[in-house]
């Protein structure tokens, strides 16, 4: 094989035009599921395709599309790597893929700058449409965006800006009724880790961490309130000082899943996961199988995902529809965790 060989010239619409003995017009028609060809010329033209390895160029297409679709959608999430963000960029995917559209996804990191960039990135690619996860505290790049008419829709954290599209969970009334279910099993020193205190979702679940306490008539003890925990590193170390204290917290509300994993490393470690309850929000893989299972606050990833697509693919169609917030439930998974009474 000659490896200095370059790539060999991909095959045309008037190479499958003159195998199937059409116009090229009528491949394009067959290509692009237009009316006006008859049955036989389609199975010739799809034969013909088939043995040559024709593949359309949606590039040049959408070009010479009246609508200039590019048939693709940006997916901007915080990190592909959070199980949460890959399930739900899954559901985007899935439901993208029945439309016969392709996804282009990336992560921003938390980082306004990276994500601006991403931004620019997909604009600059024609994608049809952005489902986004903001990032917290910054939506200037996305509301510019917005006004320049990309469709778009903000998914986990709604905008703060007019005329889009979002998708969120019942992040304060699911955090409440957790905590209000360590209440009635008599735990009285709750402690609260959360994430990003610049995160709208970390503001709602310790909100709602506050009513469960108020609701259940228990006082708010601020040591025992952990804030701006990202990554399980360290929320190990805010466990372990939660832990060490002279009077330490008999329950655990950790309200993000890597937070939950970090707190859960350091009850294993001290062998106190059978005596200290913990109830975190979003699960995670394996959560399930470990001993006692983690109880969680389970957000509906797919459902997330497949609102947040449909509210893409309509605004896509119709750039004049009024503006929707969709609110997706979660729901308490109950494993054991979050069963432990206090000790007497």
């Known amino acids: 094989m000659d490896s200095g060989a370059g790539r060999r010239p991909e095959p045309t619409m008037r190479d499958v035009a003159a195998l199937a003995r059409v116009s090229a017009k009528t491949v394009s028609r067959v290509i692009n599921d237009q009316p006006g060809v008859g049955p036989e010329a389609i199975e010739r033209v799809r034969a013909a395709a088939r043995t040559l390895g024709y593949r359309p160029n949606l590039t040049a297409s959408s070009l010479r599309r009246s609508d200039k ?81 990309t469709p778009m829709v903000l998914v986990d954290r709604p905008p703060t800006f007019g005329e889009t599209d979002s998708v969120t969970t019942t992040n304060r009334e699911s955090a409440r009724e957790a905590v209000v279910q360590l209440a009635e099993l008599g735990h009285r020193d709750i402690a609260f880790l959360g994430d990003r205190q610049t995160l709208w979702t970390s503001h709602e679940r310790y909100t709602g961490y506050l009513e469960g306490l108020a609701h259940s008539g228990l006082k708010l003890r601020k040591d025992l309130v952990c804030t701006d925990l990202k990554g399980p590193d360290l929320a190990e170390q805010a466990t372990a000082a939660l832990l060490d204290l002279p009077d330490p917290p008999t329950a655990l509300f950790t309200a993000q899943n890597l937070v939950t994993v970090g707190a859960m ?24 199988m470990l001993e006692p299972g983690i109880t969680v606050v389970r957000q509906d990833v797919p459902g997330l995902g497949r609102k947040a697509a449909d509210l893409i693919f309509a605004r896509i169609e119709n750039h004049h529809l009024p503006p929707s917030h969709a609110v997706i439930p979660a729901t308490l998974i109950r494993r054991g965790s979050g069963e432990i009474p206090p000790e007497s």
């Open 69 to 149: 679709r590019s048939a693709t959608i940006g997916v901007l999430f915080e990190d592909l790597s959070n199980p949460f963000d890959s399930a739900l960029l899954r559901a985007v995917e899935d439901r993208a893929r029945q439309s016969g559209v392709l996804v282009l996804a990336g992560s921003s990191e938390d980082d306004p700058s990276l994500q601006r960039e991403l931004l620019a990135s997909l604009a600059s690619r024609r994608v049809d449409g952005m489902v986004v996860m903001a990032v917290g505290g910054h939506q200037d790049a996305l509301q510019q965006e917005r006004e320049r008419g």
């Open 265 to 288: 490393r350091v009850l294993r470690s001290r062998r106190m996961h059978h005596r200290i309850a913990q109830i975190g929000f979003d699960d995670f893989p394996l959560a399930d």
